[in-house]
């Protein structure tokens, strides 16, 4: 079993940066792939950036070019750099494990991002 716990939310003006830190222990975590979700108040929890074992990315297409998600197994931390806030990117943000590529089945507790105008 993993756990996972998120830190570096926060509250900031439009256009500034943060970057989310997503620690883990537990089972081993260099073979899962970890994503970034985020939920918005009155919205569905959506898929923002993930990460492979073999440091393969994805993005949603809000986000390309303004996050970057990355990962030191050494650590077992994910990171996701977040430039060029705006406000629509305020959300919960949340970190998952796909453990054994078996679906997101470890989160952890969410850290606030609040991005004022």
């Known amino acids: 079993q993993v756990q996972l716990v998120e830190s570096g939310g926060g509250l900031l003006q439009a256009g500034g940066s943060l970057r989310l830190s997503c620690a883990a222990s537990?089972?081993?975590?260099?073979?899962?792939?970890m994503g970034w979700f985020r939920q918005a108040p009155g919205k569905e929890r959506e898929l923002v950036a993930r990460?492979?074992?073999?440091?393969?990315?994805w993005y949603t297409e809000s986000v390309k070019g303004r996050f970057t998600i990355s990962r030191d197994n050494a650590k077992k931390t994910v990171y996701l750099q977040m430039n060029s806030l705006k406000p629509e990117d305020t959300a919960v943000y949340y970190c998952?494990?796909?453990?054994?590529?078996?679906?997101?089945?470890?989160w952890g507790q969410g850290t606030q991002v609040t991005v004022s105008s």
């Open positions: 998952a494990a796909n453990v054994g590529g078996n679906g997101y089945s470890a």
């Open positions: 990460i492979t074992w073999n440091l393969g990315t």
């Open positions: 537990g089972r081993t975590f260099s073979t899962d792939t």
